[in-house]
C-alpha cells in the first residue's frame, strides 16, 4: 500500500513536471502578444493651429522599473512651414495603455528652428498589429528668422534683420499604429 501512494505521488509529480513546460510556453506566448515591439506610427494632426501628418518609428530599448523606454524618431510635415524632424522617448507600462515622456525636434525648412517639450498619449489594438493612437504635446518652438520687418527703413539707414518667433505650441495628433 505504501508502494502504490508513492507511486501516485510520483506521477502526479511527473505530470505536473511534463505540463510545466506547456504552461511556461502559454505564458511566454502570452507576453510575447503583449509585449512592446517596434511600431510604426502614422497620424495627422494641429501643431498651436498648423496641420501637419506624421510618421514615425519606435522600438523598445530597455526597462526602468516597470516602465519600458522606447525612442520614436519622426518626421512631421508642418503645411507652410515644411519638415520637422523628431525625436520623443516614451515611457509606458505596456504596449495599450497611456504614454508620454520628452520630446525635442528641429526644423529644417527656411531658416530653421527648433523645438522642445514632451508628449503625452493613450494608444490601444483594434487587431494583433494594427492600433490607434491620440497624442498631446506642448512645446517651446523657435522659428529662426521667420518675420522680417515690414516697413521700408529711412534713407540711409540699414534695414531691420529678421526676427525670431518664439512660442509654447501645444498639439493634438491622432493616427495608427503598426507593431512588427
Given at each position: 500500500?505504501?508502494?502504490?501512494?508513492?507511486?501516485?505521488?510520483?506521477?502526479?509529480?511527473?505530470?505536473l513536471?511534463?505540463?510545466?513546460?506547456?504552461?511556461?510556453?502559454q505564458?511566454?506566448a502570452?507576453?510575447?502578444?503583449t509585449?512592446?515591439?517596434?511600431?510604426?506610427?502614422?497620424?495627422?494632426?494641429?501643431?498651436?493651429?498648423?496641420?501637419?501628418?506624421?510618421?514615425?518609428?519606435?522600438?523598445?530599448?530597455?526597462?526602468?522599473?516597470?516602465?519600458?523606454?522606447?525612442?520614436r524618431?519622426?518626421?512631421?510635415?508642418?503645411?507652410?512651414?515644411?519638415?520637422?524632424?523628431?525625436?520623443?522617448?516614451?515611457?509606458?507600462?505596456?504596449d495599450?495603455?497611456?504614454?508620454?515622456?520628452?520630446?525635442?525636434?528641429?526644423?529644417?525648412?527656411?531658416?530653421?528652428?527648433?523645438?522642445?517639450?514632451?508628449?503625452?498619449g493613450?494608444?490601444?489594438?483594434?487587431r494583433?498589429?494594427?492600433?490607434f493612437?491620440?497624442?498631446?504635446?506642448?512645446?517651446?518652438?523657435?522659428?529662426?528668422?521667420?518675420?522680417?520687418?515690414?516697413?521700408?527703413?529711412?534713407?540711409g539707414q540699414?534695414s531691420?534683420?529678421?526676427?525670431?518667433?518664439?512660442?509654447?505650441?501645444?498639439?493634438?495628433?491622432?493616427?495608427?499604429?503598426?507593431r512588427?
Open positions: 500500500m505504501r508502494n502504490l501512494k508513492l507511486s501516485s505521488r510520483a506521477a502526479a509529480l511527473a505530470g513536471l511534463l505540463t510545466a513546460p506547456l504552461a511556461t510556453a505564458s511566454a502570452n507576453d510575447a502578444s509585449a512592446e515591439r517596434p511600431t510604426v506610427w502614422a497620424g495627422l494632426g494641429l501643431e498651436t493651429i498648423v496641420p501637419f501628418g506624421s510618421l514615425g518609428v519606435s522600438a523598445p530599448v530597455g526597462r526602468v522599473g516597470t516602465l519600458t523606454v522606447a525612442p524618431l519622426g518626421v512631421d510635415a508642418l503645411l507652410l512651414l515644411g519638415p520637422v524632424v523628431s525625436a520623443d522617448v516614451l515611457f509606458s507600462g505596456a495599450v495603455g497611456l504614454y508620454g515622456g520628452p520630446s525635442a525636434g528641429l526644423f529644417v525648412a527656411g531658416q530653421g528652428g527648433w523645438r522642445v517639450g514632451g508628449v503625452g493613450y494608444r490601444s489594438r483594434t494583433p498589429d494594427l492600433g493612437f491620440v497624442e498631446g504635446g506642448l512645446r517651446y518652438t523657435v522659428l529662426r528668422d521667420a518675420f522680417t520687418g515690414f516697413v521700408a527703413p529711412p534713407p540699414p531691420e534683420p529678421p526676427h525670431d518667433v518664439t512660442l509654447m505650441s501645444p498639439s493634438l495628433r491622432l493616427g495608427v499604429t503598426y512588427f
